[in-house]
């Protein structure tokens, strides 16, 4: 049976009578068909794409990213009157869109607000400051890790692990590292870094990111570090460190990196997907943050 289509088939209405036996069965079927919604995300004014933005249906694990044009396609089994398509990227204001407004929704242009963004800079002096690594401090290079997905698509597939900063304490997250134990992918892997707040039950909950921190890189094998100074994230509670895939089109037998087997890590298979803990550890990512030496 096609997914989106169910049968029910009720038997009801037995009449017995002395010569004869009438038997009415009421079947009826209902078939959804599938629903494909698409269009390109630009910035609202300037009219430039926004790139690996997040679209899905609120409450539900159907999602996609926009690529690297703002073009996406989110294919769906069905959609309910209840059902509302949302459409956020990191520096815009969110966009929803109820079911009625969903109709015809093909090739659709849909202009994102920017946020005003103040970047206050860091003012970072040797005499002031210490740094320190949070995350994992090693690389466990013979426990190859990957992304969990439900397919064999990664796209928007994330693992996430605590940085372990102490509450209280105010950071300058300067750079990010993680290491790549192995790369057969001929052309450069473009990947999304993101940074999290915790929630009450401990789980990745809001990004606190200004800017999107997106990177690519044709490391076949060895350490990967992305220099941060120039985003200006500031945190002064623990949170996490999560890297997104934004390819489609991998496996674990062509890329992994290190992971560690004691590491307690998080993962999140789709878009607007839900973070579950990972049994048997996880990935092996840290930051270098600076802090005031008081």
Not at 227 to 235: A, E, F, G, Q, S
Request: proline content about 3%.
């Amino acid at each position: 049976m096609n997914a989106g289509v169910f049968k029910i088939c009720v038997n009801s209405v037995i009449i017995f009578g002395l010569h004869r036996i009438l038997f009415i069965l009421f079947c009826f079927s209902r078939v959804y068909a599938q629903v494909a919604l698409s269009g390109k995300i630009t910035e609202e004014k300037s009219g430039l794409p926004v790139p690996y933005a997040s679209v899905g249906i609120s409450g539900k694990h159907y999602g996609t990213l926009s690529n690297a044009d703002g073009v996406f396609t989110l294919k769906l089994p069905y959609l309910t009157e209840k059902d509302t398509l949302k459409i956020s990227a990191i520096g815009y204001e969110t966009a929803t869109f109820a079911k009625p407004d969903l109709k015809g929704f093909t090739n659709k242009v849909i202009s994102l607000k920017p946020v005003v963004v103040d970047l206050t800079t860091v003012d970072v002096k040797a005499k002031t400051i210490k740094r320190k690594v949070l995350g994992t401090t090693k690389y466990s290079t013979r426990n190859c890790t990957a992304f969990v997905t439900e397919d064999e698509n990664w796209l928007g597939s994330q693992a996430a692990i605590l940085a372990g900063n102490k509450k209280g304490q105010s950071v300058y997250i300067e750079d990010f590292s993680f290491y790549i134990i192995k790369n057969t992918f001929e052309d450069s892997i473009k990947f999304r870094l993101m940074f999290y707040a915790v929630s009450p039950k401990g789980y990745p909950y809001q990004s606190f990111l200004k800017r999107p921190v997106i990177f690519k890189t044709n490391v076949k094998q060895g350490v990967v570090t992305v220099d941060l100074k120039d985003y200006y994230i500031t945190t002064d509670d623990d949170f996490f460190i999560s890297l997104e895939c934004l390819e489609e089109k991998m496996d674990a037998t062509k890329f992994c990196f290190a992971g560690s087997v004691n590491t307690p890590s998080y993962c999140k298979t789709k878009v607007f997907g839900y973070w579950r803990r990972v049994k048997g550890g996880g990935a092996d990512f840290n930051v270098t943050v600076s802090y005031l030496n008081n």
